[in-house]
């Protein structure tokens, strides 16, 4: 599928079609054009009515079958772009959440996924309704109305069950983790950016062999393994985080998220191999996610094979300006993994001496 990259940003903005391209590749779809304008939001089409032409001129031209808004879209200016450009058009959201569900392998992560595409549809499925009462068109109204609101409950009623369902899940992960904890075992998660190698970090780790994948999102489950060599220490790799997901998008995935927020310590896995504004970016979303805890954290820049001595030396210096202690290593070819080991060791172990000492 040919697919043409739409974003508008604020005035003195910052363009994300990189990111939004790499999403696009994910899903198997190839780009065939780029549209950047800086301007206020148009309530109707989101960017400009001049801009909507150019755009249709470039799908025309390219044969893309499909357009893709970095920004958010409302339901109307979904409308409203389809109508015009004659394609499919989708937005940031609905890209990531299509990945989620080509993704999602286990029956947690598809009932993950489902809450998610239903929190994504409720509000827009109340617009809709609203839209329709206000519309002047008496004779359709009463018949769709009365449609959509039973779609509506329908849609509340399987979130509701959802919820339980998630609830029930996240309660016996919980318990999980409070036995293991009973028997001893120290708890340790791996955290960081969609892409950033966690997955490799826990094979590499453990021993282990689950999927490692050089697209975003391949993993969308929580995976336990112990850590090779010291059987007491668990060590759980989950899903990557990525900027700007909107709070139910959190919240579908709050079991996962759990296993991290209540490891004994966190290990932040960035991509080495990115410019330094990227790796600060992507620690800055990652650390506001962490923050709704109080963790402890070791910072692993990874990937140090792919940079020359001197680069690592600069982003090691940059890094090392952060109030938290950072570590180079290469997850693929196995570097500094020892000393990796060994600060787990001390980290998880220190830890429960002092809580011993302090209980
Ligand atoms: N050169 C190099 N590549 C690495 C290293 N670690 C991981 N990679 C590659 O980076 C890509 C992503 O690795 P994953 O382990 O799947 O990353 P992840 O953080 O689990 O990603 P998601 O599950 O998609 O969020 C893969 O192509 C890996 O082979 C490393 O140390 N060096
Ligand atoms: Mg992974």
Redo the contacts with the bound molecule.
Sequence with gaps: MRAVLVQRVEPGGRDELGELEELVGTMGYEVVGRMVQEREADPAFQIGRGKVEEVAGLVRLTGAELVVFANQLTPSQLFNLEKRLGVRVMDRFQLILEIFAKRAGSPEAKLQVEYARLSYELPRLRERIRNLLSAEQPGFRGRGEYELNLYLDMVKRRMALLRKKLRSLAGSREKRREQRRRRGFGLVA?AGY??A????L?NSLTGSS????DRM???LTARTRALRGCERILIT????FIEGLPPWMVEAFKAVLEEIYSSDLVLLVVDGSDPMSEILRKLKVSLEILSQRELRILILLNKMDLLSPSELEEKMEVLGRLPLPVLPISAKEGRNLDLLVEEIRKEVFGNRKELARAG
């Design positions: 791996l969609t892409n190698g966690k997955s490799t826990l689950v999927e490692v994948d999102f391949t993993t790799d989950s899903v990557g």
